[in-house]
């Protein structure tokens, strides 16, 4: 899960990470107001669900209140990334003399937390990371023994230097690790980490992101939450306790299990088609979950073809075609169906199908490859 820059902004502030204040505001006459009290000559900032916010002309200064507004309202009307500016963030402008990056990671193969540091932040990561590799340095942090401060220190003083500002720097490097442990972060991310003018560093950035396996641990954290991360299926699908991804294709799924749901998808691509969902329903027979996936995949105006691809193992195939029915029932489908059922149950399953004059497919490719024919010239592309 991903949040805005002003809420990873209080997570920082909880955290003792120093910021500067700010305002956050959606329409560009509020920016006026906001400024003035903010000091005049300030920073604003696109509030979107993606980095790189500097180059698409989602961060502005104005150097006055007239010009908050101005710059506000031409934020305003941007789209980054595919998401619209909804709010813009307004912040002091600061005189920065230097911009570094401080970074933590989760460096999965290892078990380990990675820490990574530059002296030149500010500019993209990745790029950084590609052009200027030595500029970066990493420090692999075990995670049952923390940071190990002796071996931090001559790091960060190599960086930020023995003096001021090392004792600046230390304390908030441990109160980000303290943050990315606590709150189970996939990703917390400063750049740039400022020193500004009057000699102080302050974190003008922030970007956090959160493992969704562990938010069910962080009611805090799970209310931060912005809809416009997951599609309208994604959410819809979460409320139903459906696993699904939304994807860019025209052909829905319906599959239990998630190995076979992978497979499945693999082969509408090996057989020239585009997958519009990855969706599995799970290894419980309930005829509800097939309504509810279907009542989704159905609302996707993109889908002209669906596939429902059931291994019966503790599902029950006479389940899953009770299912359909009840689902053809209730919900008007004009989309071509091709269904693929077999295990447990898979006699009676077909036999209940066969009998409400649907055809079954027995064996998987020739489904695929009939659904993927079917997207193509069924309900005709977009509906
Ligand atoms: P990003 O492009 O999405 O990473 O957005 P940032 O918040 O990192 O802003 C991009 C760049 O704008 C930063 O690297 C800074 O150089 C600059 N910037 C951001 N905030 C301020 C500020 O308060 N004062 C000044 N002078 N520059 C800022
Ligand atoms: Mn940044």
Redesign the pocket.
């Known amino acids: 899960m991903r949040i805005h820059?002003y809420q990873a902004k209080e997570l920082f502030e909880s955290y003792g990470v120093p910021i500067?204040e700010h305002v956050v505001v959606s329409s560009a006459p509020e920016a006026g107001p906001a400024a003035e009290r903010l000091g005049s000559d300030t920073?604003i900032?696109a509030q979107v669900l993606a980095?790189?916010?500097?180059?698409a002309g989602?961060?502005k200064?104005a150097k006055t209140p007239a010009q908050a507004v101005e710059k506000a309202g031409e934020i305003l009307a941007l789209t980054i990334k595919d998401f619209p500016v909804e709010k813009v963030l307004v912040?002091?402008?600061?005189?920065?003399l230097q911009?570094y990056y401080i970074g933590f990671t989760l460096e999965r193969t290892k078990r380990e937390i990675l820490l990574m540091m530059s002296k030149a932040g500010?500019v993209d990561i990745e790029e950084l990371a590609k052009n200027q590799p030595e500029a970066i340095v990493k420090f692999p942090i075990s995670i049952s023994k923390g940071i190990e401060t002796e071996k931090l220190k001559p790091i960060v003083h190599d960086l930020f230097g023995t003096g001021r500002l090392s004792d600046q720097a230390f304390p908030v490097i441990e109160r980000l690790y303290k943050l990315f442990v606590e709150k189970d972060c996939s990703l917390v991310e400063v750049?740039?980490y400022a020193l500004e003018k009057g000699g102080g560093l302050f974190a003008?950035?922030a970007k956090v992101t959160f493992d969704d396996n562990a938010l069910y641990k962080h009611p805090d954290i799970e209310e931060m939450k912005n809809p416009e991360e997951y599609s309208r299926d994604e959410i819809e699908a979460k409320k139903q306790g459906l696993s699904f991804v939304s994807m860019d294709g025209c052909i829905g799924c319906i599959v239990n299990g998630a190995g076979l749901a992978m497979a499945t998808m693999d082969l509408i691509k090996y057989f020239g088609g585009q997958p519009a969902n990855f969706l599995d329903v799970g290894g419980s027979s309930s005829p509800d979950k097939v309504l509810n996936a279907l009542d989704i995949i159905v609302n996707n105006r993109k889908v002209t073809a669906i596939i429902i691809n059931i291994f019966g193992g503790i599902t029950r195939c006479d389940d899953i075609a009770n299912g359909i029915l009840m689902a053809m029932d209730r919900i008007e489908i004009d989309i071509p169906l091709v269904i693929r059922l077999i295990g447990t149950n898979e006699l009676e399953g077909r036999k209940i199908l066969t009998d409400a004059g649907f055809q079954v497919a027995e064996d998987l490719s020739s489904a695929v490859q009939k659904v993927v024919s079917l997207s193509k010239t069924g309900a005709g592309g977009d509906r």
């Not at 980095?51 to 180059?55: D, S, W």
């Not at 912040?91 to 920065?96: E, L, V, W």
Request: proline share 8%; glycine share 20%; hydrophobic share 20%.
């Open positions: 820059e500067h920073v900032k980095g790189g916010r500097g180059k989602g961060v200064r912040t002091p402008a600061s005189d920065i911009e500010g750049n740039p003008l950035d």
